[in-house]
């Protein structure tokens, strides 16, 4: 690689480099992905090649589903149990088969950066090639020094937040701590997701609410038993070393209803009788009220907005969630936070970080609402704009009018663990791509922009996600 | 010209021309377009410069309007048939004296080319230059070497698919047929457009119904007799060489309704009683229906939606359609194609390319889309994005998420013959310099590079629109 | 600064260097901004660097305010007239020492500029040489080529138009007249912005219809009266020199009602039962209206919608209106402008110039309309977008549809008198940079280019803001 930056201009990628440079050695921060945190816990050695980097990764197994090729051919496990492809080095050809469908995308990027950084295979993939880079990299990952725990070290993590729902036992994450890897403080921590109790509209909402009432020790066949059981889960998941929680609605819609409405969608929900609008209320009032739990026991607030999800049908029906079936939808943001910023957006206390799927609002909606309410950041670009375009498109619309400071820099998000240290690499380079731009048109002087460079690497998230140790900060943003 | 791309820096420059080089001079393949056919069936002599290059290219005539310059000036015809210019050299004068409007605009760019390169004229426009352009343009017209014939040669066209209704009979098609010039496989085909039998809310949607009925033999009085005399024209079609359709609605929705609903609003329509929404309906639910009859007969499905169409209200009702006053509208792709997509969006047998006038759709909806669904794939960017820098955002952000092999090629979509040689020329200038750009980055090595830029320029639309004599392939996309 | 444009490549730069330099020294029309006329009218020297820079700045307030940092810490004035912070080295102080959070903001640029080129202040910002910058403007602040009108002759300002109300009195004016710097042809005039007497949601509205009666000698107790009224104010306003009118409204919607339905719209707004719809509606009519009145009187019509005003309630609770507490919302154009445009669009003696808040409108809504329209131009990109990056981004996207000719050149819009020359400043570079893009590759002839420039940075705008002494020209936009 003759350069590792996105920057075309010589001039600009001698700048670039340099700035890369001097943070590409830096810990990576995981603050919110959605690794299993059994891999860690048991630090089993990983399957085959294919089971590691294909099957799982539904950014691959979209792109070759477009092409006529259906996830079972790829080893994706059918719902009804049925038959799937299950040889690794059969489902591996068919990717080399089908290499070319990458070309230009993060896909590409990602698994050719980890063949070789994370595994030392230099051969170019193709058809012919195929077996060649299959063998390569399986014969390493029988070597101990590939196991999940060796790997983490290997790769630089400081810290790796997984999630999971109220419902969980984190137990994994009891298991972690004991060896050391977990709990406060520690390696490997969980992020509290609650959309499984939150969104009436899931066929396991129901289910989910017992399971949450018995876990909890509450009653949550009331409304005030269902706050006081998800304030509860939240002090359990802070005592295994939780810093945030995420919310992944629909839309960004929030609102405040009075105790007494909530308590009658609520209700309404128990008995089966929700409308659709009820449970978009509903998790509208939510949000709000996580907001205000977030106030007293100082998690940091995610919104992960605008996912259609199962838009596709039939992979739905065939092979269930998350499996590349969901598209991004418009997302209005100025209308829809109000409500939450007109209670607690001034309130430095709040922290609030909004991810988008929807490009078209960085410039008109969510750059100017960070650049104007103490509580609000933006997260990196997610899922679709994680790429070195779209990052540099987003630093390009939302530095104007946010600065670099009300961003929280690079979130993998990614379920894919080996990924991990190519994501947060391909963030920094374009980072520093975009940082060597402001200095090449005498915007930003070098010792400015390498400052902001290993902000935007480090110091930024390790801060706004209180990774740092401080369980609460209420003096600044 | 010292540089062929649209590079800025020199590095990326020299790979972007390596590209191109190895491309510019491969076949043109125009699979939808608005050239008339009787142009090429009768082969007659162009009439003078301004009647071939400015007068019918609503493009110009629209700039110049927006500056006050009435189309009447321009020799556009007028629907109650009062007096225009009539004399070529004024109105030529006109645009040259107006020259500096252009600055910048694809527009320019087509006709420098084309002065250049067609008709070998390297002098400048200006008000000056005029008439020198003009005589010698006008002579070189009046050569059989300019004969459309003769220019379809020397362009190196290889197939040019001009667009009909159902109602058209074909005739000029059957005449460049028995020329050796059409038919299946020929040079020379045509695209089924049924919007002037679907849209009840144009005037004549009555009369085509009729006339429909007519060249069909079928009973257009009820439904199912239209859905048989669809059937029947496409079948008709297909014969004289067809291998497309093509919907230009003012939305992308679709729907599927029963065959009853289906007949009730139809009566509706032939009643005089359906109402906007009823014909909002009734079109949505035709798109389903013609993806049917897709899969029955093997015609790939193009749909143009989001134009507004005669905005202007004045210049309609003065000079008709087509003449520079629709304009683009948002357009919602994710909930609009989902009906279409959730019942054959996954059988790769259907190959349904979208279009869009909405260039902020294309990160959030479009590549997502066409990244997912096997029978999806992405048009080129059409009407007011036809230009280098919409080509270049384009490629940046549907890349991505749909890659190359999810995009359909150039279509070039126009009506103005001469323009064509020009208008597949910028495009492949434009995709040369988005793949030097990956190429300048170390995101893709040079000979995939390559290979990718020969499938954009040729064998991408040959295969996607079935001008490689496949009647049906159902094995891929 | 070794490269004063924004160009990256050093080829391009070159070019952009030439383009600009050949502006650099044109003079300065301000036809649309919001700088008190007192400060002129009164020409007393300016209060301490504080108060001058940063106190009125609310694109440097609400940055410091998303970060924590209370308006009142920044010595921004309660509406309660509770204290704030009164000391200015105290306010430059807390600045310095969040220095950082402007790094790629254009407040940094624009500012670093002022420090340099207004008051030769080479020293860099940050902490440690707060009291340093801070006591260098101050020493300068003290002499009287510093003073307002030394200023204005310094920054080669030919024309600056404030902006009033139709309740103002108009007295400034008269004084500046007096002096020899203002009236018809003068240096400041006004632009007539009739919000506060349209909008009936405004709490001051029937206050300011009565003021509007007063002042005009009319009774707006009728809705002829009114429309009397405001043509009687735009007639004083232009007596005092004004060419322009200004409307800002949440949203661009026009509407044509007969004056019976207008006038029940305004009964309702004084008896105070107007609906919300009601005044959206009677907003719409009122621009429909005042095209008329354009028509009749020769003012320029400029639009600025899209603004939701006062998105964040506890600001505007604590310190009022316009201090950086609006947010951008989406907006439509195709729709809402066309019976607008179908009324007197297609007439070149309208000249309606219109912004916007929202890019996602630039290449989809706005270039074709300019495109298409005789009385339509596009304003520069405004507020939040009026910086390097969105100012490219505006050219890239607009020129295709709408070349330069259909754009107004730049308008600084703003409210901090010393930032007008280097907001003009970045504007020409800005449009250098893009203008040498094209040259570079090879979309333009270098003299054309540069003929553009000087067109963009000075004839268009003149031209098109009547500031050229033109009182009415039908003959061509």
Redesign the interface.
Same mark, same amino acid.
């Given at each position: 690689?003759? /350069? +590792?930056?996105?920057?075309?201009?010589?001039?600009?990628a001698g700048i670039a480099r340099e700035l890369y440079e001097a943070v590409r050695e830096m810990p990576l921060l995981s603050p919110h992905g959605h690794v299993d945190p059994r891999l860690l816990a048991d630090d089993e050695p990983f399957p085959d090649p294919a089971r590691l980097l294909i099957v799982p990764d539904h950014y691959v197994t %979209?792109?070759l !589903?477009?092409?006529?090729i259906p996830p079972s051919r790829l080893g994706v496990p059918r719902r009804d149990g049925g038959p799937v492809e299950s040889d690794g080095r059969t489902i591996w050809r068919l990717l080399a088969d089908n290499w070319? !469908?990458? #070309?230009?995308? *993060?896909s590409?990027?990602w698994l050719e950066q980890t063949f070789r950084t994370v595994f030392g295979v230099e051969t170019?993939l193709r058809a012919e090639t195929a077996d060649e880079v299959y063998d390569a990299i399986a014969a390493k990952l029988a070597e101990p020094s590939f196991r999940p725990r060796a790997l983490f070290e290997r790769f630089g993590i400081e810290v790796l937040a997984t999630t999971e729902s109220p419902t969980d036992d984190l137990a994994q994450h009891a298991k972690l701590a004991a060896d050391g890897w977990g709990g406060p403080g520690g390696r490997v921590i969980s992020t509290f997701r609650p959309d499984n109790v939150v969104d009436m509209e899931r066929p396991d909402w129901r289910d989910a609410i017992d399971a949450l009432g018995e876990i909890a020790g509450e009653d949550t066949g009331t409304y005030p038993g269902y706050l006081d059981a998800l304030r509860s889960r939240r002090e359990a998941f802070i005592a295994a070393g939780t810093t945030c929680t995420d919310h992944g609605h629909p839309t960004a819609r929030t609102l405040s209803l009075t105790p007494a409405e909530a308590a009658a969608l609520y209700e309404r929900g128990l008995h089966g009788t929700a409308t659709a609008e009820d449970a978009e209320t509903f998790r509208a009032h939510m949000l709000l009220e996580f907001a205000r739990m977030s106030l007293d026991d100082g998690l940091v607030m995610q919104i992960h907005p605008g996912a259609?999800r199962n838009?596709? #049908? #039939?992979?739905y029906a065939e092979h269930g969630l998350d499996v590349?079936?969901d598209? *991004?939808?418009?997302t209005?943001y100025?209308?829809a936070l109000?409500p939450l910023?007109?209670a607690y957006?001034?309130d +430095?206390k709040l922290r609030l970080v909004v991810y988008t799927? /929807?490009?078209?609002t960085f410039? %008109?909606?969510l750059? +100017?609402?960070?650049?104007?309410? *103490?509580a609000?950041f933006l997260g990196a670009p997610w899922w679709? !704009?994680d790429? +070195? /375009?779209?990052m540099r498109?987003f630093?390009?619309?939302v530095? /104007?009018?946010?600065?670099?400071?009300?961003t929280a820099g690079f979130v993998d998000d990614t379920r894919a663990f080996c990924s991990i240290p190519v994501r947060h690499d391909v963030a920094r380079r374009s980072d520093a791509a975009y940082l060597a731009?402001?200095v090449?048109?005498? #915007?930003? *002087?070098l010792d400015?922009?390498a400052?902001?460079m290993a902000d935007l690497a480090y110091h930024l998230p390790k801060r706004i996600f209180k990774l740092d140790g401080t369980k609460f900060d209420g003096?600044?943003?």
């Open positions: 690689m003759s /350069d +590792p930056t996105f920057a075309i201009d010589t001039r600009q %979209r792109m !589903l477009s092409q006529g070319h !469908l990458f #070309r230009g995308t *993060p590409r990027l170019r259609n838009h596709n #049908r #039939r992979l590349g079936g598209i *991004p939808q418009a209005d100025v209308h109000r910023l007109d957006g001034m +430095p799927l /929807d490009e078209y410039s %008109r909606e750059a +100017p609402l960070a650049g104007g309410y *103490p609000l679709f !704009l790429t +070195p /375009d779209a498109r630093r390009e619309a530095t /104007d009018a946010a600065g670099f400071y009300n731009s402001l090449a048109q005498d #915007r930003l *002087p400015e922009a400052e902001t003096a600044t943003k």
